[in-house]
């Protein structure tokens, strides 16, 4: 049997760092819907060219294309010994349609893991992360030692002071995620998470899946607990 898990957390519960985790200790991938559509825009053939044409109209991709997108990604060989889901599945007839599909390929679904994090909490994690080239990563509110973090005005007035982070000892300027730099985008990130999540919580916890790990921990803690979970 396959290692198949739905990893589930709002914005800033560490979602990413316990995909690697998961990934490099169990050696399954990381499949994330968001990024098999962007990988639609580098192919030509006709199903590849329908998603992108929904995207460029701003239009939601319904269940059934992306069932089909996650049965193909499915098919291809690193993913015959399990696979981490990420944003998938959103609802629950999308949640249905994976069982089904599992229960075909004589596989079932070990755990849905929730990483639980208040979301006053999840939205500095968020709002106040940035990064180095190197990878290293730091936090207006948590890890901001050796950074001098600054909010700069807009010239005009016309937006909100943008918040900038420099590593003090080498003046690098560090890098922030588009989509955290503004707080409005954050919250609207988050009000989409409790409403997409919670009747997929109740689905799964119907079903004896749904495993609660707190995320407000140490990363290694919260590793632990999910190793304890995929090794029952």
């Known amino acids: 049997m396959g290692l198949f898990v739905i990893l589930m ?35 030509e053939d006709n199903f590849a060219k329908k998603i992108q044409q929904m995207m460029a109209e701003g239009k939601l991709i319904d269940d059934d294309t992306t069932n089909e997108v996650v049965r193909e990604r ?26 089904n599909h599992l229960r075909e390929r004589g596989e079932s679904m070990k755990a849905v893991i929730l990483l ?17 080239k ?36 080498t003046g690098e300027e560090l890098i922030r995620r588009p989509d955290d730099a503004h707080a409005h985008a954050i919250i609207k990130r988050i009000d989409i998470f409790i409403r997409d999540t919670e009747p997929l919580v109740a689905h799964y916890h119907s079903k004896g899946l749904l495993m609660r790990v707190p995320a407000n921990q140490l990363i290694a803690d919260v590793s632990e607990e999910i ?3 995929l090794t029952q």
Do not use: C
């Open 227 to 229: 190793d304890l979970i």
């Open 134 to 169: 190197d990878g290293k990563t730091y936090n207006l509110y948590y890890n901001n030692e050796g950074v001098e973090f600054a909010f700069v005005n807009h010239p005009d007035n016309m937006f909100p002071p943008r918040l900038t982070g420099v590593v003090t000892e």
């Open 116 to 132: 639980e994090l208040d979301l006053f909490t999840a939205f500095k994690r968020a709002y106040g992360r940035m990064t180095a």
């Open 9 to 43: 957390g709002v914005q800033g519960a560490g979602k990413g760092e316990q995909a690697r985790h998961i990934t490099e200790k169990y050696g399954i991938p990381h499949l994330s819907t968001g990024d098999l559509f962007r990988a639609m825009k580098t192919r």
């Open 74 to 99: 499915l098919a291809l060989p690193d993913a015959q010994n399990g696979v981490i889901f990420d944003g998938y599945p959103r609802t629950p007839a999308q949640a249905d349609w994976l069982e």
